[in-house]
């Protein structure tokens, strides 16, 4: 790994809701020359010490860092993304120079393999040493840049979680350079992978042709953990907005399983299941988000009662023991924990535990909270049962 030496030739912040954003000049080993580099650090950087940040590069820096920093705040702001330390990196005014192909064999030029040298092997280690990353990183492209960064597919050991390829100018061989990398390994490694790619219906039909038939090559690759996403967005209204509706769609997609559960994910993946699998599907579902994004989020209140009915209808209840028990032990604070205790003891009409498990769970709640009223009746209850 080649030595990142930092100048503090320019150093500034803006501050803005807490938020920082740091101007950076590096002057890299690799490239012979002072890249301009762009660090957002969201607004619960500072105010928490613990938790990591999912980390994303993001190619063309002067033109999409702004935009992707904007779908990042109000995604994390919806509850539907973890917050993120982006990273927009400016590139030569002519592109070509830092993200070209051969256009005799669709390699990149000796000029982009540099380029890729830089972000590979001192960029992304200096962030990583200087800042609370997560293990998530994402790279994000569009046109040339969105070719470019497909090369990143044939790392042995994967560096990005997730590609954001829009508006793809794409090199001639691109679909049988990537077959060349063996993507199928992935599908052995036990992590997740997206590949989102937005086409742009204004663009020439030549290179919407292209598009097309990289999507559907990216699709038909098929595995299991390595989830592809190819938006044509026939209905944009003007070529401008494919950009921002690209990234926008890229974001519900990377981050689906950061969101609470939907109604769709309800239907597909849990309404069948039985009380133990359906508390092992939540369970796993934060256990992946803490992994991945570096998020220790809690339990969502939402997802609880979403699958609640299974645990209380299915198997006459007899799970509701192991439901509460597992959420008093991933957060001890919570009364929601004790709820599900006190309800089975109750259904076995073993009042005097109930009312010691509601009692416990009124206890960890604040006096203020409105719901806090609701909760007591469940006390009251067992008072009278005794």
Known sequence: MRT??????????????GQKTIYKKYESDELKDIRDVTIHLPKGYEKDSISNFPLAIVLDGQKLFDLYVGVSNYYASQDNAPEQIVVGVNMESTRSKDAGYDVTDSKLTTDARRFY????????????????????????????????????LKEKDPIFNAYISINPTLAPDVNAQV???????????????????????????????KIQAFGKFMKSIGVENFNVVFDELSSSPSSASVIGEGMSRAFAKIFEIYS???????????????????????ETKYLDIEYLFGSNIGIRQQDVVAIEDIIIEKENGDYLKDFGEMILKLYPT????????????????????????YRLGYGKMNPADPNADLYYLNVERMLEKL
């Open 179 to 209: 077959q060349s990398y063996n993507i199928e390994r992935l599908g052995t490694m036990d992590n997740t992978f997206y590949f989102y790619v937005s086409g742009n219906p204004y663009a020439k039909s030549e290179k919407l042709t």
């Open 334 to 357: 919570s009364e929601m924990g004790n709820y599900y205790l006190g309800r089975y003891f109750e259904s076995g009409n073993d009042f005097k535990a109930a009312l010691e498990q």
């Open 4 to 17: 990142l030496i930092l100048l503090l030739l320019v150093f500034s912040f803006s501050l803005s809701f």
């Open 260 to 282: 609470g559960i939907t109604q769709d994910e309800y239907d597909k993946k849990i309404k069948e299941l039985d009380p133990p699998s359906a508390i092992a599907y939540l």
């Open 117 to 152: 040298r830089f972000l590979r092997d001192e960029l992304i280690p200096f962030v990583e040493a200087n800042y609370k990353t997560s293990p998530f990183l994402t790279i994000v492209g569009e046109s040339l840049t969105a070719n470019f960064i497909t090369h990143f």
